[in-house]
């Protein structure tokens, strides 16, 4: 394809009326855009894999660029695909419009969505915001897979695994697991691994098949591998409102993670309706590949701009989903970041959804120029209610993700002490490494589903014999401060399951499609490392009531009363508590020497956090004159 070619994309007609199939009465009317297509064809098909269609028809074309027919019947149940000639090619694809499909989403079902909601969904609501969000990222097969969390078989690695309530350990019942144990630890939002339908795993295939599911193959439909029945259209849909019920009842809001900046192929449905239009290009006419896997999608385009928009919209609408995850942000533009950003809160209110990603790319991308990219640079020219995940405070807390030996504050890194006090205020007008408008746009968190868990991570930087099962003290220790670190910081905190239960994948750093006992949930973990679980729920407990961490205004950062650096590797910030009902003022003190010291205090304080009591409000220890550090540590005292 020449340049000229190439431009020419950017010339075709947009389309602003419905899409995808339309059930009316008696009648199913189906809608593709396609502008450079020279025929379509509709498939009827009775099952979603195997038979050959036993109905087609010819859809007509209007001067927007889209197709249409409709057929005289209510076609409620019926599998269905297109097939798109154009002048050298023929292409037989899924509707991307398609709520749902048969096995592996080869073909799109027509289905009356009403008919799909339990019982109640109507009346189903996001439970009520607390005062911090805290985000908790979980894998829907990987949680609930192990035979010892008690779920049962049936349910075990599928949605309907997380509608199962008072589950607890099979060895031990005063345990809970599942959903019990997510309410048990106090967060507040459950952020969900693709659930929208990926390529890599066969949904006919065996349980043992895994993968995390960054490959979308269709952005609205439900994977069918979390289904008890892959093969039924209306099954996926209706077990994933379950489990989002199920999760809302206890208290829980469901964040989705959501991938629109590359597909599982170029050869995906979005390239075979109209070739090339979704997708960046290089000069040379290959694929862009800014994603590392292949292909990057075209965010800017105004067909694209509506596709992830419409996507973004329906999940919400349809699924109650109350926040977004967009995997590499960095590659998608700013305009459409900010449009579903006003959309959302248009909708529901502002920043009742949330929005954040990674601000970053695997590698350069062939954005079309004038567009903005909404990465790291990106952050003042995206709403403030668009956040990021901020990597500075990770690898300044636990050391790069690029070097199992590279060391953070935690585990004896010389760090630069300077960037504590951007990290504190959640980067809100921060250096280089990170400049956010407010905390409001910070993610904070040490550990996600990629590279080595904390962990790991840690086991190689504090524990010369890396037996990673071991919960040794020293790697206990610099857990519990690295857990500290980020809950006493400004910001969104966030973390992967099992964060809190010295979670390991035995070293190994991109587990994507490792088997399932590298990458499952280990629920004999939670009462292994129940003293470090206890931890992180004191801190979760803590942090809620300490608006000098929770306050994501502007003036939050007027709070940092005083930073200063007693000690060479010891950071002491004065932070502004009020609107709280406990102290005025808090002493937060991060602490990394070499030996113990003793830090002289101007009066008396109360002891609240510390290595050995994450949460001490009810039981506080007064201080008077000065404070023995150990370290690695986290004090915070309270006047
Ligand atoms: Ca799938």
Request: glycine residues 8%; proline residues 3%; contains cysteine.
């Amino acid at each position: 394809m020449s340049h000229t070619d190439m431009n020419k994309l950017d010339t075709l007609p947009y389309y602003s009326g419905p899409l995808g199939f339309e059930l009316k009465g008696n009648e199913t009317i189906f809608r593709l855009w396609a502008p450079t297509a020279k025929e379509v064809t509709l498939n009827l098909y009775k099952d979603g894999l195997f038979s050959t269609a036993y109905k087609e028809a010819y859809l007509d074309r209007y001067q927007d660029g889209h197709w249409e027919v409709r057929i005289g019947e209510n076609l409620e149940g019926t599998y269905y695909d297109f097939i798109i000639s154009t002048h050298d090619r023929e292409y037989q694809s899924i509707d991307p419009y398609a709520v749902t499909s048969g096995a592996n989403g080869k073909r799109a079902m027509v289905l009356d969505l009403k008919k799909t909601d339990p019982e109640g969904w109507a009346e189903d609501k996001a439970p009520k915001r607390e005062a911090e969000d805290i985000i908790y990222e979980i894998h829907v097969k990987d949680f609930t897979y192990q035979k010892f969390s008690g779920i049962s078989n049936r349910a075990r690695g599928k949605f309907i695994a997380l509608t199962e309530k008072d589950t607890h350990l099979t060895f031990d019942d005063t345990f809970p697991t599942g959903i019990s144990y997510l309410k048990s630890l106090g967060i507040t939002h459950v952020q969900l691994m693709p659930i929208f339908d990926y390529g890599s795993v066969d949904e006919m295939g065996s349980d043992d098949e895994f993968n995390w599911g960054y490959d979308p193959e269709n952005y609205n439909v439900p994977e069918g591998s979390y289904s008890t029945d892959a093969e039924k259209g209306e099954v996926r849909v209706r077990e994933l409102k379950e489990m989002i019920k199920a999760l809302h009842e206890s208290g829980l809001r469901v964040i989705m993670d959501v991938v629109y900046n590359h597909t599982y192929r170029l050869d995906s449905p979005l390239f075979r309706i109209e070739p090339w239009y979704f997708y960046r290009r290089n000069r040379d006419g290959s694929a862009s590949n800014g994603s590392g896997c292949g292909n990057d999608i075209a965010s800017e385009r105004p067909m694209v701009h509506r596709y992830i928009l419409d996507s973004v919209l329906y999940w919400a609408r349809e699924y109650h989903i109350d926040g977004f995850r967009f995997d590499l942000m960095g590659l998608i533009d700013t305009r459409l970041m900010n449009d579903i950003r006003e959309n959302l809160d248009r909708l529901y209110g502002k920043d009742e959804k949330l929005i954040y990603g990674e601000p970053w790319a695997a590698g350069g991308t062939a954005v079309k120029e004038g567009f903005q990219l909404a990465d790291k640079n990106a952050m003042t020219l995206l709403s403030n209610g668009i956040g990021a995940f901020s990597d500075s405070t990770r690898d300044l807390i636990k050391g790069s993700n690029f070097d199992s030996r590279s060391t953070g504050f935690v585990n004896g890194g010389a760090v630069e002490m300077n960037l504590l006090r951007h990290a504190v205020a959640g980067w809100m007008n921060g250096d280089w490494h990170f400049r956010t408008q407010t905390a409001n746009q910070t993610i904070q968190y040490v550990s996600s589903h990629d590279d080595w868990t904390l962990w790991d991570k840690l086991k190689f930087t504090c524990d010369d014999k890396e037996d990673f099962l071991i919960l040794d003290e020293k790697t206990v220790k610099a857990n519990k401060a690295a857990a500290a670190m980020y809950f006493t910081m400004q910001g969104r905190p966030f973390m992967l399951s099992g964060e809190e239960a010295a979670r390991s994948k035995i070293g190994v750093k991109n587990s994507y499609n490792t088997p399932l006992f590298i990458n499952r949930f280990d629920w004999t973990r939670t009462k292994d490392a129940k003293e470090l679980v206890e931890y992180y729920k004191g801190l979760i407990a803590l942090r809620k009531k300490m608006k000098a961490f929770t306050d994501k205004s502007e003036k939050a950062i007027e709070r940092i009363k005083e930073f200063t650096l007693p000690y060479k590797k010891t950071a002491l910030i004065t932070l502004d508590n009020s609107g709280s009902n406990n102290y005025s003022t808090l002493l937060l003190i991060y602490t990394n020497e070499d030996k113990r010291i003793e830090l002289s205090l101007d009066g008396e304080y109360d002891l609240i956090l510390d290595p050995e009591c994450s949460n001490r409000l009810s039981s506080p220890i007064k201080v008077k004159d000065s404070l023995k550090l150990d370290a690695p540590a986290v004090y915070l005292l309270g006047c």
